[in-house]
Each structure stands twice: as structure tokens, then as C-alpha cells.
């Protein structure tokens, strides 16, 4: 049959168009479903039509309304004017009819609800849909063509629909003249287009056979067509060398066109992975496991938790007295004293963050340049460490301290805050992930939290992002507390506040003392939850950051961290003869290194002048709108905050309980590669469900469980990604920094999956070549930059005078140099001095390493 035209079908707005909806879509949902959403869907609209047609609403200026009493008022026409405010005899009456009109098909709509409210509690909207006649016209639409709309609102309404739906073409005849009028005074004159008719057959009286025409009178016959026989198929051939036929894009078509008029084809044998990609997962399930990164990898601060408060805070303020406070406070204009690391070219001095959380004092603005400039790089950087920490201690580890009877307890040392939120967005990620039914507006369990805020300008500013979080003006002291009862006070020993997580960032750079820092460190340790506490250091990615960072790591091992072959310490007092050896507890490191060893990059503690080699990372964020006006940035809106950490556990050492590998023997498994290890327990529980015809899952899922990411080497510089070959610089398990190869030719799966590494990932599937790297790690007692420069500029001045005087002198060995004299006027080209250059830096470099044997052999 023959359908109604779209046009027809959109502009039905009462209730026939929504039964019609209801009752069309009862085949493919439910009777059930469909009567529950006819219910509200009739009951809203009924509720819509009551109250469109019998409140006393008040419509806008120039039109007529309806009051109580159901009398009509005409007022005053905006923007006309008219000879007479007395309507005549002949507009009452027109008025009084269409009034009449409507009504009655107001009354008709309200009875059509009623009539299906009332099948719909009967059971009956299913089968007997057809009583409400909701093929029938559409009356509002049918009279107005005639009678004229309800009112202007009604008229304006049905053409901003029209444009809405069609823009500037309209189906023929959507519009009457007087809609067609108003369309044209709002959008102009519309582009009018004939509609084709469509025909929609019901299923069942669907033919594939039947060819249907148009008969001329407006009608369809039916067109007789001689069939094929079906027993008759066509000839089938196949080529076994040939793919299935795949439709080409449009851009692959223009590709073979442009190849063939070059006379070439095209190549697509190293695009078959991603051409025809298989079932199996782009990433080994060890590659991903080894990550370390967010999800996504660039971070996206927070609007609810982070930008939204912080920018609502800094609205009180101009924006101009905000920028220029964070100038001053952090160096200029680019920030260089901030999260932000200047490039070596910059050469600016390494000096840690001026603004301290825990200082006593800070003025509004320098409270309001803290949040601004610190809060987007300090949460990146934190949430990056905690990321990489739950992935490493596993799913248990958070879900244990979610579950205590109070939550877990978290410090934030030296954030300002910024680590309680980082914290509380890993904790909502791993709750919603527990309970998948947890409404995201409601509340999830975040514990205790305490935040040390010296000032009360950041305090009362940190207070409005955080609930339920109390504030110490400093770290409690537990390094110079007395553990035990002495002879000048019996009482009992302080009980002391013990957290599970403990985040303290940019805290050590900016104690100059060596013998301050470790007990700071050793003041944090001791706040840990001697029951599996994690503490996390985080300082900035340059030299002297990492170096704080290493001397952390290096007290813990020597004094608190137990490990076979160094389970004391000897600690010496004012007298070498009062030597006692302390016990150290079980703990271990989460992150980032996978060994207990001295670090390779450290090997003296303190500065060492020239260092080129050190350990640090890096996380993208993208930067709020108030941290780009104080930058003045224009175009780039992300940034690559670089740091260097430390995470370790207190009291737990997976060592002993999981069985964690590490050494040389972890490096010897990790350089063969793990990437059978899937494959191969797969197998074996294969073969032993077939011997024993019952399901070993849980021996394959124990072989699995065996292997931990704690004994894998982590890559600690960009992969160098070549043609062929993937380069990484590990630091292995042995405690030793290597260069590993992974070719092509070592294994596809490998080779794969290295071209999607990244610097600080875990490497899993092996390498085919290892070797050691040679590291620039500066010397203590060496020389800088200004020394280094000084001396060669001397012995450069001294070897000049030698070879003014030498070459003078009968039997000199100063060589003969084929540089000819410069004369006066004469112009040389560049490359002509560079090679000159070149030639005369080896002659000095040969002359004084002669000089230098000759001396030797005289003394």
C-alpha cells in the first residue's frame, strides 16, 4: 500500500502520531516494555494537551490568550497599528468558530488518551491498536490549512519545525500559503521540490518476484517477467591463490589509477597487518601489562574535581595580577622554576619550586600562582606514579585498603593538596570498577585524608576542592621521639599516626643539607603503616632531582629495607667501640626500578658535576585555559611534565611472599622473552585435560601466576626505533643498564610490539642482542662546565705558543701543517676554514700526546 509522505508523517505533533510510534515498534520490543513506556508516554502527552488547552497560561504580546473563564481578550498587536479597537461583528463570529473547532478536537484528543490509557491497563493496545484510527489525518494540521492555526505560536512552531527538518528545500505542499508566507519573511523564499512517492509493502505481502509500475492514473500494475529456472546455476570458478573480493575505497581505487599511469602497482605487503587485521589482540598481553602510562596516555585534569574549582577560585582575581604573581614567583615568564623543565639549551639554573605547602606565610596571590601553576603538573605527575603503583602491587592491593573500616589513610606531605585528588580519582576508577552499578553522582568511600598546608591562604583555598580532609601546618616529628619509656618520664611512648600512602613531591630539592634530608625521608618512613604502606618520592626530571631521589633510595636499602645478604646495618655512634648492628624490616620497591642493587647512576652520593645520564620520566597533560594565560600560550596546549621517583612498600616484601625473582637469573629469563609463556601454559593444560579428561584451568592460571612484572627490565630513555630494529636502553633486574636489540628477524610478535613501546615501559618479550651501555654520569670532585672550558681554552693558548716558537727552531718535531698563511684581503670559503680548523685540532691533539710520552719516558 501506499505510504504517507515524510513530510506527512513529521508534522503529526498530537497524540495519533505518538500511538502510532508506540504501536508500530510492538513487534520488536517486548508487550511487557511497550506497555510500561505507552503508559508514560500517554500520560505525559495527555498531560501536555490539558494543560496547553485549559490552564490559564498568558501568551506572549499581540496575541489573543485564553482566560479562566474560557473567554478570549484581545490586546494590543505589537508593532501594528489599527483604526479601530473594537473588533467587528464578523472577526467575533470567525473567532468563535475556530474556537469551537479546536476544542471539539481537543476533546477528541483527550478521549483518545483516555481510550488508551484504558486499553493499556486492559491488555488490549497491543492487539487492538487500530481502534484509535491512528492512520487517520492529523485534525490540528487538516483544519488550520482552512480555518487558520491556533495561534501565531502554532504557526511559528510548524515552521521553525519545517526549516528544522528540510533547511531551505521544502516537500511540496508541506507548507500552505500562509505558512509559506511566514517561512519566507524568517528564512527567505524556500526551494520548493516534488516528492517521488514511495512504496513500503507490509512483510508478509512482500514478493522478491513481483515488478511493480506505474500504470499512468497515479497507480501501480504489476509487470509480468519471464523467470530463470532454479535448478539452473551459474558456472562457479574459483582461483585458490586469490582473496575474497573486497570493495575499494575510493582513495585506494584513485591510488591504482595514479599507480598505472606511472607505469608502477601498488605495494602492500608491509601494510597487511592493518590492511587485514586478525582476531588475535595488536599488544602480547605482557606488552600491555608492562605499561606505564594512563589510560588514555595524555591526561585530562578533572573539570569536576581540579579546573572547575580552581578556575571558579581564581574568578574573584585578574587574571593579569594572577600571571604577573606566578612570573614572579617562578622565574619568569615560561615558568622555569615550576613543574616545568627548561631544555638544556636554556641553561638555567636548577633550583627547586620557590613556593613551599608548608611554608608559614603566602600572600592571596602567591596562593592563587600556586594552585594556577603547580596544581596541573603536580597531579599529572602524581596520578602517573600511582597508576603505575596499583598496576604493580595489583588489583588486591587497592581494594583491600577501599574495603578497611575506615578507608584507606593518605598524606599529602608537600602537594598542597594536588595528591589527595590524584589519589581520589584512582580510588572512584577502582570503585566503579567494583560496582558497575554505582551512580556516578553518588559518593564512593575515599577514607581519611590529611594534607600538610603551612599558610592560610592555601589552606582556605585547598579547602574548597577537598571534603572531609584535615590540615597540619607541618610533619610531625617521629625521628627524634623517644619509642620506649625512659628514666626521666615512665609514661608511655606517643601514640603515632600511621598512613597507608604517603605522597611527598618536591620536598627533597629543597633541603641543601644531605644530613636533613635522610631524616626527612626517614620521618616519612616512619608514618608509614608498618602493614604494608606505600611511600612515593617525586622530585623534578633534571640532574640534581634525580639525584635527591637516588640518595632517598639509597638510605632506605642501607637502614629500613631488608634484602637477602643485607638484612642489618651497622650503626655507628660517637665511638667506634659502641658499633651495634640494627635489624632492618621486610619492604621492597614498587617502582620504577625492579632491583635492590646500588642504582648504576648513582654511584657516590651527592652532586656530581657533568652528570649527562640520569634516571627520570615523563606524562602528557593537556593544559587548563588559566595555566595557558599565565604562559601566554597560543597554540600548543600540552605539555610533557618530566620527574623522577621513587615508590616503595614498608613491611611487605613480595620477594618472599609471591616468589619475585631478581638478579642476573631474572635478566638471563627476561633477555630470552617471556612471549611463549601464554602459549605454553595453554599447551600443557591442554594435554593434561586430554590424559585426564577434566578442566586444569587452575594450572595454567598458577603457571601465569608465577611470572611478575617486578622481575622485567624497564626502559629508561626513548626506544630508538630504526628500519629493521628497535634499540632500548633497559635497566635491568641485575642492576645494570644494557642496550637490547630486538630485530625483525627475532620474532614478529616482538618486533611488533617494540614499535609501539615507550620510554618506561616493562619489556617482556626478550631481545636478540644485549650489551653494556657506557653512562655519562659526571664525577663528584671533577670539573664543570666553566672549569672544563677554562682548561681547554689554556691548553689551547698554550699550544699555540709552542707552535709559534717550535716550527722556528732546527729539529723540532712540530709538524709541518698544510694550512698556507692567510693574506691580507683574501677571502676564504667556509669550508675551507672548517677544514683548516679540523686539521689543526688533530695536530695539537698529536703533538701534545707526544709531548706528554716524552715526558713520561724522562722521569
Same mark, same amino acid.
Given at each position: 500500500?501506499?505510504?504517507?509522505?515524510?513530510?506527512?508523517?513529521?508534522?503529526?505533533?498530537?497524540?495519533?502520531?505518538?500511538?502510532?510510534?508506540?504501536?508500530?515498534?510492538?513487534?520488536?520490543?517486548?508487550?511487557?516494555?511497550?506497555?510500561?513506556?505507552?503508559?508514560?508516554?500517554?500520560?505525559?502527552?495527555?498531560?501536555?494537551?490539558?494543560?496547553?488547552?485549559?490552564?490559564?497560561?498568558?501568551?506572549?504580546?499581540?496575541?489573543?490568550?485564553?482566560?479562566?473563564?474560557?473567554?478570549?481578550?484581545?490586546?494590543?498587536?505589537?508593532?501594528?497599528?489599527?483604526?479601530?479597537?473594537?473588533?467587528?461583528?464578523?472577526?467575533?463570529?470567525?473567532?468563535?468558530?475556530?474556537?469551537?473547532?479546536?476544542?471539539?478536537?481537543?476533546?477528541?484528543?483527550?478521549?483518545?488518551?483516555?481510550?488508551?490509557?484504558?486499553?493499556?491497563?486492559?491488555?488490549?493496545?497491543? !492487539?487492538?491498536?487500530?481502534?484509535?484510527?491512528?492512520?487517520?489525518?492529523?485534525?490540528?494540521?487538516?483544519?488550520?490549512?482552512?480555518?487558520?492555526?491556533?495561534?501565531?505560536?502554532?504557526?511559528? =512552531?510548524?515552521?521553525?519545525?519545517?526549516?528544522?527538518?528540510?533547511?531551505?528545500?521544502?516537500?511540496?505542499?508541506?507548507?500552505?500559503?500562509?505558512? =509559506?508566507?511566514?517561512?519566507?519573511?524568517?528564512?527567505?523564499?524556500?526551494?520548493?521540490?516534488?516528492?517521488?512517492?514511495?512504496?513500503?509493502?507490509?512483510?508478509?505481502?512482500?514478493?522478491?518476484?513481483?515488478? =511493480?509500475?506505474?500504470?499512468?492514473?497515479?497507480?501501480?500494475?504489476?509487470?509480468?517477467?519471464?523467470?530463470?529456472?532454479?535448478?539452473?546455476?551459474?558456472?562457479?570458478?574459483?582461483? #585458490?591463490?586469490?582473496?575474497?573480493?573486497?570493495?575499494?575505497?575510493?582513495?585506494?581505487?584513485?591510488?591504482?589509477?595514479?599507480?598505472?599511469?606511472?607505469?608502477?602497482?601498488?605495494?602492500?605487503?608491509?601494510?597487511?597487518?592493518?590492511?587485514?587485521?586478525?582476531?588475535?589482540?595488536?599488544?602480547?598481553?605482557?606488552?600491555?601489562?608492562?605499561?606505564?602510562?594512563?589510560?588514555?596516555?595524555?591526561?585530562?585534569?578533572?573539570?569536576?574535581?581540579?579546573?572547575?574549582?580552581?578556575?571558579?577560585?581564581?574568578?574573584?582575581?585578574?587574571?593579569?595580577?594572577?600571571?604577573?604573581?606566578?612570573?614572579?614567583?617562578?622565574?619568569?615568564?615560561?615558568?622555569?622554576?615550576?613543574?616545568?623543565?627548561?631544555?638544556?639549551?636554556?641553561?638555567?639554573?636548577?633550583?627547586?619550586?620557590?613556593?613551599?605547602?608548608?611554608?608559614?606565610?603566602? $600572600?592571596?596571590?602567591?596562593?592563587?600562582?600556586? +594552585?594556577?601553576?603547580?596544581?596541573?603538573?603536580?597531579?599529572?605527575?602524581?596520578?602517573?606514579?600511582?597508576?603505575?603503583?596499583?598496576?604493580?602491587?595489583?588489583?588486591?592491593?587497592?581494594?583491600?585498603? +577501599?574495603?578497611?573500616?575506615?578507608?584507606?589513610?593518605?598524606?599529602?606531605?608537600?602537594?598542597?593538596?594536588?595528591?589527595?585528588?590524584?589519589?581520589?580519582?584512582?580510588?572512584?576508577?577502582?570503585?566503579?570498577?567494583?560496582?558497575?552499578?554505582?551512580?556516578?553522582?553518588?559518593?564512593?568511600?575515599?577514607?581519611?585524608?590529611?594534607?600538610?598546608?603551612?599558610?592560610?591562604?592555601?589552606?582556605?583555598?585547598?579547602?574548597?576542592?577537598?571534603?572531609?580532609?584535615?590540615?597540619?601546618?607541618?610533619?610531625?616529628?617521629?625521628?627524634?621521639?623517644?619509642?620506649?619509656?625512659?628514666?626521666?618520664?615512665?609514661?608511655?611512648?606517643?601514640?603515632?599516626?600511621?598512613?597507608?600512602?604517603?605522597?611527598?613531591?618536591?620536598? =627533597?630539592?629543597?633541603?641543601?643539607?644531605?644530613?636533613?634530608?635522610?631524616?626527612?625521608?626517614?620521618?616519612?618512613?616512619?608514618?608509614?603503616?608498618?602493614?604494608?604502606?606505600?611511600?612515593?618520592?617525586?622530585?623534578?626530571?633534571?640532574?640534581?632531582?634525580?639525584?635527591?631521589?637516588?640518595?632517598?633510595?639509597?638510605?632506605?636499602?642501607?637502614?629500613?629495607?631488608?634484602?637477602?645478604?643485607?638484612?642489618?646495618?651497622?650503626?655507628?655512634?660517637?665511638?667506634?667501640?659502641?658499633?651495634?648492628?640494627?635489624?632492618?624490616?621486610?619492604?621492597?620497591?614498587?617502582?620504577?626500578?625492579?632491583?635492590?642493587?646500588?642504582?648504576?647512576?648513582?654511584?657516590?652520593?651527592?652532586?656530581?658535576?657533568?652528570?649527562? !645520564?640520569?634516571?627520570?620520566?615523563?606524562?602528557?597533560?593537556?593544559?587548563?585555559?588559566?595555566?595557558?594565560?599565565?604562559?601566554?600560550?597560543?597554540?600548543?596546549?600540552?605539555?610533557?611534565?618530566?620527574?623522577?621517583?621513587?615508590?616503595?612498600?614498608?613491611?611487605?616484601? #613480595?620477594?618472599?611472599?609471591?616468589?619475585?625473582?631478581?638478579?642476573?637469573?631474572? $635478566?638471563?629469563?627476561?633477555?630470552?622473552?617471556?612471549?611463549?609463556?601464554?602459549?605454553?601454559?595453554?599447551?600443557?593444560?591442554?594435554?593434561?585435560?586430554?590424559?585426564?579428561?577434566?578442566?586444569?584451568?587452575?594450572?595454567?592460571?598458577?603457571?601465569?601466576?608465577?611470572?611478575?612484572?617486578?622481575?622485567?627490565?624497564?626502559?629508561?630513555?626513548?626506544?630508538?626505533?630504526?628500519?629493521?630494529?628497535?634499540?632500548?636502553?633497559?635497566? $635491568?633486574?641485575?642492576?645494570?643498564?644494557?642496550?637490547?636489540?630486538?630485530?625483525?628477524?627475532?620474532?614478529?610478535?616482538?618486533?611488533?610490539?617494540?614499535?609501539?613501546?615507550?620510554?618506561?615501559?616493562?619489556?617482556?618479550?626478550?631481545?636478540?642482542?644485549?650489551?653494556?651501555?657506557?653512562?655519562?654520569?659526571?664525577?663528584?670532585?671533577?670539573?664543570?662546565?666553566?672549569?672544563?672550558?677554562?682548561?681547554?681554552?689554556?691548553?689551547?693558548?698554550?699550544?699555540?705558543?709552542?707552535?709559534?716558537?717550535?716550527?722556528?727552531?732546527?729539529?723540532?718535531?712540530?709538524?709541518?701543517?698544510?694550512?698556507?698563511?692567510?693574506?691580507?684581503?683574501?677571502?676564504?670559503?667556509?669550508?675551507?676554514?672548517?677544514?683548516?680548523?679540523?686539521?689543526?685540532?688533530?695536530?695539537?691533539?698529536?703533538?701534545?700526546?707526544?709531548?706528554?710520552?716524552?715526558?713520561?719516558?724522562?722521569?
Amino acid at each position: 500500500m501506499l505510504s504517507s509522505s515524510p513530510a506527512s508523517r513529521v508534522s503529526r505533533s498530537c497524540s495519533h502520531g505518538l500511538l502510532r510510534t508506540i504501536a508500530s515498534k510492538s513487534s520488536q520490543i517486548g508487550s511487557q516494555q511497550l506497555r510500561g513506556g505507552a503508559t508514560n508516554l500517554i500520560a505525559q502527552r495527555y498531560r501536555y494537551t490539558t494543560a496547553r488547552y485549559e490552564s490559564p497560561l498568558i501568551s506572549p504580546v499581540g496575541f489573543p490568550r485564553k482566560c479562566a473563564t474560557g473567554y478570549r481578550v484581545n490586546s494590543w498587536k505589537n508593532g501594528r497599528r489599527h483604526a479601530s479597537t473594537v473588533p467587528s461583528a464578523d472577526a467575533n463570529i470567525e473567532t468563535d468558530r475556530k474556537d469551537a473547532i479546536y476544542a471539539v478536537i481537543d476533546k477528541i484528543d483527550r478521549n483518545e488518551a483516555e481510550i488508551a490509557n484504558l486499553m493499556n491497563e486492559l491488555d488490549l493496545l497491543d !492487539d487492538y491498536h487500530e481502534v484509535l484510527n491512528l492512520d487517520g489525518p492529523e485534525l490540528d494540521h487538516a483544519f488550520s490549512q482552512t480555518i487558520g492555526h491556533r495561534d501565531q505560536e502554532t504557526l511559528e =512552531l510548524r515552521v521553525r519545525t519545517a526549516r528544522q527538518l528540510f533547511g531551505e528545500t521544502l516537500p511540496d505542499r508541506f507548507l500552505n500559503d500562509t505558512e =509559506l508566507q511566514l517561512y519566507a519573511q524568517l528564512y527567505g523564499e524556500p526551494i520548493i521540490r516534488e516528492e517521488e512517492l514511495e512504496v513500503e509493502l507490509e512483510e508478509d505481502e512482500r514478493d522478491p518476484d513481483t515488478l =511493480l509500475r506505474e500504470d499512468g492514473q497515479g497507480g501501480w500494475e504489476e509487470v509480468d517477467f519471464e523467470q530463470a529456472e532454479a535448478d539452473i546455476e551459474a558456472p562457479l570458478v574459483y582461483d #585458490m591463490e586469490a582473496g575474497p573480493l573486497e570493495d575499494e575505497s575510493l582513495a585506494m581505487q584513485r591510488t591504482r589509477e595514479v599507480a598505472a599511469q606511472l607505469g608502477g602497482e601498488v605495494m602492500l605487503e608491509q601494510f597487511e597487518e592493518e590492511a587485514n587485521p586478525d582476531d588475535t589482540p595488536r599488544l602480547h598481553p605482557l606488552t600491555v601489562e608492562g605499561k606505564f602510562s594512563t589510560d588514555p596516555s595524555t591526561v585530562f585534569l578533572p573539570k569536576d574535581t581540579v579546573t572547575g574549582p580552581i578556575s571558579v577560585i581564581l574568578s574573584d582575581y585578574s587574571n593579569k595580577h594572577i600571571a604577573d604573581a606566578a612570573h614572579r614567583a617562578f622565574g619568569g615568564t615560561r615558568l622555569p622554576y615550576s613543574t616545568t623543565i627548561p631544555p638544556p639549551h636554556a641553561q638555567v639554573p636548577q633550583r627547586p619550586i620557590p613556593l613551599e605547602a608548608s611554608q608559614r606565610y603566602m $600572600t592571596d596571590m602567591e596562593a592563587n600562582a600556586y +594552585i594556577a601553576a603547580l596544581y596541573p603538573g603536580l597531579y599529572t605527575s602524581i596520578i602517573s606514579v600511582l597508576v603505575e603503583v596499583r598496576k604493580r602491587l595489583g588489583t588486591d592491593w587497592i581494594r583491600k585498603l +577501599i574495603t578497611k573500616e575506615e578507608g584507606p589513610y593518605i598524606l599529602d606531605a608537600s602537594a598542597g593538596g594536588a595528591g589527595v585528588l590524584a589519589w581520589r580519582d584512582v580510588i572512584r576508577a577502582e570503585y566503579e570498577s567494583m560496582v558497575p552499578d554505582h551512580p556516578k553522582a553518588s559518593r564512593y568511600p575515599v577514607g581519611r585524608s590529611t594534607v600538610v598546608t603551612g599558610s592560610e591562604a592555601l589552606q582556605l583555598r585547598a579547602s574548597l576542592m577537598l571534603e572531609n580532609t584535615t590540615f597540619l601546618p607541618r610533619l610531625p616529628d617521629y625521628v627524634h621521639v623517644r619509642e620506649k619509656p625512659t628514666l626521666d618520664d615512665e609514661r608511655p611512648a606517643p601514640k603515632r599516626k600511621q598512613y597507608d600512602v604517603i605522597v611527598a613531591s618536591h620536598s =627533597l630539592l629543597g633541603i641543601d643539607e644531605e644530613f636533613l634530608r635522610k631524616e626527612h625521608v626517614e620521618n616519612l618512613w616512619n608514618l608509614l603503616n608498618p602493614d604494608g604502606g606505600v611511600l612515593i618520592l617525586l622530585e623534578k626530571g633534571h640532574q640534581k632531582g634525580f639525584e635527591a631521589i637516588a640518595g632517598a633510595r639509597d638510605m632506605l636499602l642501607k637502614r629500613h629495607i631488608s634484602s637477602p645478604g643485607s638484612t642489618h646495618y651497622a650503626n655507628l655512634t660517637e665511638s667506634p667501640v659502641d658499633e651495634t648492628r640494627v635489624e632492618k624490616e621486610p619492604g621492597m620497591i614498587i617502582a620504577p626500578c625492579t632491583n635492590h642493587e646500588k642504582c648504576p647512576m648513582f654511584n657516590t652520593p651527592g652532586h656530581s658535576k657533568g652528570r649527562k !645520564d640520569f634516571c627520570h620520566f615523563q606524562q602528557r597533560y593537556i593544559r587548563p585555559p588559566f595555566l595557558q594565560r599565565i604562559l601566554g600560550a597560543k597554540d600548543r596546549n600540552h605539555e610533557d611534565v618530566k620527574f623522577s621517583y621513587v615508590a616503595v612498600q614498608r613491611g611487605v616484601d #613480595m620477594r618472599e611472599t609471591q616468589g619475585i625473582v631478581q638478579g642476573p637469573e631474572a $635478566t638471563d629469563a627476561a633477555f630470552a622473552g617471556y612471549e611463549d609463556l601464554h602459549d605454553t601454559a595453554a599447551e600443557e593444560t591442554e594435554a593434561l585435560d586430554q590424559a585426564t579428561g577434566f578442566s586444569s584451568k587452575a594450572s595454567e592460571q598458577n603457571k601465569l601466576e608465577n611470572f611478575h612484572t617486578l622481575s622485567l627490565p624497564r626502559i629508561v630513555y626513548h626506544p630508538m626505533k630504526r628500519r629493521g630494529h628497535v634499540v632500548f636502553d633497559t635497566c $635491568t633486574p641485575a642492576g645494570k643498564i644494557e642496550r637490547w636489540t630486538v630485530p625483525r628477524s627475532f620474532s614478529r610478535r616482538a618486533y611488533k610490539d617494540a614499535r609501539k613501546a615507550f620510554w618506561g615501559d616493562l619489556w617482556a618479550l626478550g631481545a636478540k642482542t644485549r650489551i653494556p651501555r657506557s653512562l655519562r654520569i659526571g664525577d663528584k670532585h671533577g670539573e664543570g662546565k666553566k672549569e672544563r672550558l677554562a682548561r681547554r681554552a689554556a691548553l689551547k693558548a698554550e699550544l699555540a705558543e709552542d707552535a709559534e716558537h717550535e716550527p722556528q727552531s732546527e729539529g723540532s718535531d712540530w709538524p709541518e701543517l698544510p694550512i698556507p698563511q692567510r693574506k691580507k684581503g683574501q677571502t676564504i670559503p667556509s669550508w675551507k676554514k672548517h677544514a683548516d680548523k679540523k686539521t689543526m685540532r688533530q695536530a695539537l691533539k698529536k703533538h701534545a700526546a707526544a709531548k706528554v710520552a716524552q715526558d713520561e719516558s724522562l722521569v
